[in-house]
RNA sequence: GGCCCCUUCGUCUAGCGGUCUAGGACACCGGCCUCUCACGCCGGCGACACGGGUUCGAGUCCCGUAGGGGUCACCA
């Protein structure tokens, strides 16, 4: 077999979305597994609605995401030429024709055939049936005209097998002869990527499943332009919790790529998330390293039934899908310290409570590694580490109502005890777990209250969360300096 | 409306005629752990859209119905 090429073609009229993401998964992983060629191809034919940013943007995405092509990118405005010329040549061998039906005359006919209900919207080939002189009369009278492909008017249709949906099988008569390029000259989708397929040598087309009626018509352009067509692979639409397509304009930022990195997602996690989106290895395995993922995966074990974005607007618990966020909770908690030190330290630095000594070679790197591992389990996004976990990195934070509620207001004597504690603390030498334990213990017991008094009103001082990691490592991981200054300025928060 | 595709727990899915009293994951609920929460572990709730066939036997094959999706541009 030959090298394996596949191509992800975004149109650059917005940012790159998740089901353009996972479309760019799919045939990367395919081409990975294939040694194959992943090629990037920008289809900017539509030139109003193209932007030099949504190119960066597109670009930008899958970079962050990992997701690395081969060749390209190109684009398919580049070769606009080549397009016209096989315009001509299909012109010049019979496969079309020119249509001097304006857009008025056509849309009229459509009208008539929704008032008829018949259902029959296909161009009735007017033109088809002019006679040579018809057309050159028309054309000498500087009419304007399409281009239209020349379905065959025989019996039978075009079959193919697709690798995901099967054999599918189109009549003939169920296909209009569509137009190939515009009354301006310039060609059309349908055709520009049928030739640009031909010519980057495209070898499968894993695209959604709203290709999947072109593919019938780009199968007579193969033909048509003597091309032996490539091999089809539809993958099933994400839709939203309505059945409705994604789209930029309904669901905006949820669905960008864009917004993942932005509330801190790791960009393996997603694309394990995404990937997981209609298709499975056909065990039980749902987290995959890249290595994992390319041998697993392959287009047979697509499914053919669109899936559902789980994506609940309005819930300010679930800021995408529920799934999602628990991938992404699973790698921050699952992967080296090392690796994630990088990340934390970026989300420190947006947030402006980063210190040098922190830094790689800096002297107080251990400690935060340390931090780091201590916390990370309860968080689902990078971002936690600058806001739920913000009172181990900076003496600024906030107090969760919550916690200043049920922590503190609702033991009064707490205003007494902090700052007693915060002395006892102080004189704890060395300053261990096991003191620390010890020490809050035996002060509980002295003041005959329960351990978790002192213990979750301390936390509420010390790290303004409700919750979080065992305590003495808490204190451990503030220090004794903070803790103790902390715990000091703790009846301010009493009323 | 025409044509095409799809239909297993709320969601993502396993299942390729008997091993299915349908398995896993997320979410949810309960328990253990415990200073709290999370993690982890244990348990619970929860689905084969419906109706006909075929077959000794159907979630698995066929047909129909219903529902959903895609597409019907001089967009890509």
Same mark, same amino acid.
């Given at each position: 077999m030959n090298e394996v090429r596949v191509r992800f073609p975004p149109s650059p009229t917005g940012y790159l979305h998740i089901g353009g993401a996972r479309t760019a998964i799919y045939n990367w992983l395919f081409a990975r597994k294939h040694n194959g060629k992943l090629i990037l191809r920008i289809e900017d034919t539509d030139a109003e609605r193209s932007t030099q940013e949504s190119i960066e943007g597109i670009i930008d995405g899958l970079t962050w995401l990992g997701i690395? !092509?081969?060749? %390209?990118?190109?684009?398919?405005?580049?070769?606009a030429a080549e397009h016209q010329a096989a315009a001509e040549r299909l012109l010049a061998t019979g496969h079309a024709y020119k249509c001097f039906c304006t857009k008025e005359e056509l849309e009229a006919k459509r009208e008539a055939a929704r008032a008829a209900k018949t259902g029959d919207y296909r161009y009735d080939k007017t033109c088809r049936r002019l006679s040579p002189e018809e057309v050159a009369a028309k054309e000498a009278a500087g009419l304007p005209y399409v281009v239209r492909f020349k379905v065959p008017e025989e019996a039978g249709g075009v079959r193919f097998h697709d690798v995901v949906y099967g054999d599918i099988e189109r009549a003939y008569?169920?296909?209009?002869?569509?137009?190939? *390029?515009? /009354?301006?000259g310039r060609p059309l989708y349908l055709l520009c990527n049928v030739v640009d397929d031909i010519r980057d040598r495209i070898t499968h087309i894993i695209r959604g499943q709203d290709g999947l009626v072109n593919t019938p018509r780009q199968i007579l352009l193969y033909r048509a332009l003597g091309a032996e067509p490539p091999v089809f692979a539809h993958m099933p639409l994400t839709l939203d919790t309505k059945k409705r397509k994604i789209s930029k304009r309904t669901h @905006?930022? *949820? *669905?960008? *790529?864009q917004y993942y990195r932005e509330i801190g997602f790791l960009p393996w996690a997603l694309v394990n998330f995404l990937v997981l989106l209609g298709w499975s290895? @056909?065990?039980?395995?749902e987290i995959f390293s890249r290595e994992e993922l390319i041998e697993a995966f /392959?287009?047979? +074990?697509?499914?053919?039934a669109n899936s559902v974005f789980n994506y609940q607007k %309005?819930?300010? &618990?679930?800021? =995408?899908d529920p799934k999602a966020l628990t991938i992404n909770a699973h790698y921050l908690r699952a992967m080296p310290v090392a690796e994630l030190a990088p990340l934390v330290e970026k989300e420190l630095r947006k947030a402006g409570i !980063? &210190?040098?000594? !922190? @830094?790689?070679? @800096? &002297?107080?790197r251990a400690w935060f590694l340390r931090v780091i591992d201590l916390i +990370? /389990?309860?968080?689902? =996004?990078?971002k936690d580490f600058a806001t739920l976990g913000r009172a181990y990195f900076d003496d600024e934070f906030e107090i969760e109502a919550k916690a200043i509620k049920k922590n503190l207001a609702k033991h009064p004597q707490l205003k007494e005890w902090l700052p007693e504690l915060a002395d006892r603390l102080a004189a704890?030498?060395?300053?261990t777990a096991e003191n620390i334990e010890n020490t809050l213990r035996r002060f509980a017991e002295e003041k005959g209250a329960k351990p978790g008094v002192p213990i979750n009103g301390l936390r509420t001082v010390v790290t303004g969360r409700l919750a979080g990691p065992g305590i003495f490592d808490v204190i451990l991981a503030v220090g004794k300096e903070r803790t103790v200054a902390r715990l000091r300025r703790a009846p301010a928060l009493f009323v």
């Open positions: 690395d !092509w081969d060749e %390209g990118p190109y684009f398919q405005s580049e070769h008569d169920d296909i209009e002869d569509f137009v190939i *390029v515009r /009354s301006n @905006g930022e *949820v *669905v960008a *790529v290895p @056909g065990d039980d395995r /392959s287009l047979e +074990r697509i499914n053919r %309005g819930d300010p &618990k679930f800021i =995408t !980063w &210190k040098e000594d !922190w @830094g790689e070679n @800096g &002297k107080e +990370r /389990s309860r968080f689902h =996004t990078l704890v030498e060395p300053f």
